[in-house]
């Protein structure tokens, strides 16, 4: 419980810019969410993060823990638009955890 209460801080990276982020966890449901409010993305996540869309992929780095593995839809999702490198994601498959702690997120344009 301790842990959860602990902020939680990654980068961003928005167009070359780098976006410290400073949350906490569970604060969105998931870090699609999260990007899409924080930064204020408009056609990010146009699903509702069910993860099929794919407008929401990112690259990752520094990811830790089970929020390191690809679960669910992701694979198969990414996999149709060539993606199957390990460090690009959908964000709305990774949780706000403390494994987003010291990651480097990069929003990707498709
Ligand atoms: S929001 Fe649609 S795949 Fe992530």
């Not at 996540?45 to 089970?66: F, L, P, Q, Y």
């Amino acid at each position: 419980m301790e842990k959860e209460l602990k902020n939680i801080n990654f980068t961003v990276i928005e167009n070359g810019i780098q976006i410290p982020i400073t949350t906490r966890h569970g604060s969105y449901p998931n870090l699609m969410y999260l990007l899409k409010e924080e930064l204020q993305l408009e056609s990010f996540g146009e699903c509702g993060g069910v993860g099929r869309c794919a407008t929401c992929v990112v690259k990752t780095s520094g990811i830790t823990g089970n929020s390191a593995v690809k679960d669910r839809n992701e694979p198969a999702t990414l996999s149709k638009l060539g993606f199957n490198e390990a460090n690009i994601r959908l964000s709305c498959q990774i949780y706000i955890t403390a494994d987003l702690n010291g990651a480097e997120i990069k929003i990707l344009e498709i």
